[in-house]
């Protein structure tokens, strides 16, 4: 039997009060993973709650996720120093244009440890709160609180819970002065209007009935991740691995990345990629079989002529393309018509996700123009 007052965010096990909230249903199946545990998979119409993102506005339960409390004087330069944002003037850059940013951690090689969303405090000018999945809390507090030496900042766990709005309603929706928010923030990246909510944990089930009473229609995890998906947004342990790097995910170079600055742990590998070449590998939409007697889950090998290409990440029912995916596939198969994943279940991949065809990139441009090599 599901314990609904396991209300700690520190515990895996940890459920949601809106576990509670009538029809929810939490994951169950192959749906069942670590990174969707603890908040209601759907509300009781699975389907029918993607649609509401289409002309309303959807409240989505992402209390799962664990936040972060960084501030002091040097709390935008401690972070900027970091990750591969540009975060030196964050907490008030953020906090004037209303807006979230999200950032990564990268190692030496430049490989993908940690992504985070970023907003800015409404109560102080000098914090700023980062939130991320539950699994990867740990090791990212350890590594913030390791890098601190004498800067001027202090980093802190908090009891905040995030909850999302999100549908084509959003930019018009007032939220309701009876909600005690700490923060809120539009979130970029994705193919329809998101805002951040933070709220105190105590103030989850009040929050929300203050929202639906509002006009939101509390909405399943299954359809923030439909969403996702469509937006092409990767979750660090679903759609990547040991070797990503950011390059490989579109969304997290545009959304994540300031190509503009440098010292950072793993800097030189962006640089490079940007200036000289192009990824191994591609993090891209798959429409898969619907008429297929089984539905392929993460982590499935992608297959073309009998070699493996690639790795499924996400797998969600779509309300109108049927079952879609995030795959990440080798640079040299993302053209192949032959893909298949799982027990020979066809996969597409959506075109409108491969990787733009640039030019010739600038450092190798400058190579060819030394060498004699340039048409310029």
Known sequence: MTNFENSNPHDPAYVSPLATWPGAALPQGDDDLPEYSGVAWHYGAPLTEQRIFDTGVGLIDLSHRRVIKVHGPEAGAFLHNLLSQKLSDAPQRLAEKNTA??????????????????????????????????????????????????????????????????GAGVPHFPLPDSVGIVAAAQVPGFTTHRLDILVHRSEIMNTAKDLTLAGAILTGLMAFTAERVRSQQPVVSLDLDHKSIPHEAPRLIADAVHLNKGCYRGQETVARVENLGRPPRALVIALLDGSAPTTPKPGDPIVSGGRSVGKLGTVVQDYELGPIALAMIKQSALKATNLVVADNVALAIDPDSLPQEDDEKPGRKAINRLKGLSTD
Do not use: C, N
């Open 101 to 166: 940013t999200s950032a990564l951690d990268l190692d030496a090689q430049g490989r993908i440890l940690h992504q985070v969303d970023i907003l800015a405090a409404q109560d102080a000018e000098d914090a700023l709160y980062l939130h991320l999945p539950r699994a990867q809390y740990e090791t990212f507090f350890d590594f913030l609180t390791r890098m601190i030496f004498w800067s001027q900042v202090k980093v802190e766990p908090t009891d905040l819970a995030v909850l999302t709005l999100m």
